[in-house]
């Protein structure tokens, strides 16, 4: 596949649904220390639309530069309902730890896959919701078709880190699927024990999160005590809107055969299917009174010159009875 430089133009970055829209307008504006200018693109058709913001600036406000700047689908749409609460799908990297940051002392850059480089502060571990400058941004390299959307970032970093990493969005418009491939080549002299994952930010037509929600996986979990859910075999449900957010987590780890969990509300009748072709490491569901967080992690240990590629896919669904 060739790939081009794309010129960014500044477009207004859409919400995810009807009830995340009032929260948006309350951020602050994000950094502007970005070189690269955020746009929105559109993948599908008139019944099914994918928005992909490029890169999600949206998040710099509350996150700083910790997720992927390749892309996050902002918004998906199935003959009018909604499916995603904020922000939306969101890749990252290196929640645990990232390649270069126990190497690098204070002061010194690390990097953190899908940005580019950031600067270590102090002797403290790495902490992925902690905000660390950016030392040099990567460069993005830009592909658009009508069904497709595709991202290379090539970086060479300090010290021999360096990687090539290509994503790209694509849409089955008729079957209302979407599906994000990854590739990452370990082009530098050091190897990568990291890990990557999406946020996947579920919420159906602005509905909060009740006990009409049910979570089904294909893989097994970890039993643990929790007031605002029920654990149920390979099914989570009964949930109960925790305004702070409540947590849930399992270090089991799954075959590629079981990585697969479904969404269901019960009134709506809408869902939404994903599907991964990759071994599962670990799973976590994070959830407040507004949006689910079903997160599904891959490990990424790569040698110099070796490289990995994985898929997740997603199917959305609406009841026999939506317009």
């Not at 799908?89 to 990097?111: H, N, R, S």
């Not at 300090?158 to 990687?163: F, I, K, M």
């Amino acid at each position: 596949m060739r790939f081009k430089l794309m010129k960014a133009t500044q477009q207004k970055q859409t919400g995810a649904g009807p009830i995340q829209l009032t929260k948006i307008s309350k951020r602050k504006k994000p950094s502007t220390d970005c070189p690269v200018q955020p746009m929105q693109e559109t993948l599908g058709d008139a019944q099914f639309q994918v928005q992909i913001g490029m890169p999600p600036i949206h998040l710099l406000a509350e996150h700083g530069w910790r997720f992927d700047t390749l892309g996050s689908v902002t918004a998906v749409t199935l003959r009018g309902h909604y499916f995603l609460g904020w922000p939306g799908l969101v890749d990252e990297f290196g929640i645990a730890q990232t390649p270069g940051y126990a190497q690098a002392k204070p002061g010194a850059p690390f990097l953190k896959i899908g940005i580019g480089e950031l600067q270590r502060l102090d002797e403290k571990d790495y902490q992925f919701s902690r905000a660390y400058p950016v030392v040099r941004w990567g460069g993005r390299a830009v592909e658009k078709s009508r069904s497709k959307l595709a991202f290379r970032q090539n970086f060479s970093g300090h010290n021999g880190w360096a990687y090539d990493y290509h994503k790209s969005y694509q849409v089955e418009a008729g079957a209302a699927r979407l599906h994000i491939d990854y590739e990452l080549f370990n082009t530098g002299r050091h190897p990568f024990d990291t890990d990557q994952y999406n946020h996947n930010f579920f919420c159906f037509d602005g509905v909060e999160v009740s006990p009409s929600y049910s979570l089904q996986l294909g893989f097994p979990v970890t039993q643990t005590p929790s007031t605002w859910l029920r654990h149920r075999k390979n099914r989570l449900d009964g949930f109960r809107p925790v305004a702070a957010g409540g947590y849930f987590a399992s270090t089991q780890a799954a075959p590629a055969s079981q990585n697969r969990f479904r969404l269901t509300h019960q009134k709506t009748g809408q869902s939404v299917s994903v599907h991964g072709d990759y071994a599962m490491s670990r799973f976590a569901l994070w959830a407040n009174q507004f949006m689910f967080s079903p997160e599904v992690f891959i490990a990424v240990r790569l040698l110099p010159g070796q490289r990995l590629q994985w898929r997740r896919s997603y199917e959305f669904k609406l009841g026999s009875g939506a317009g």
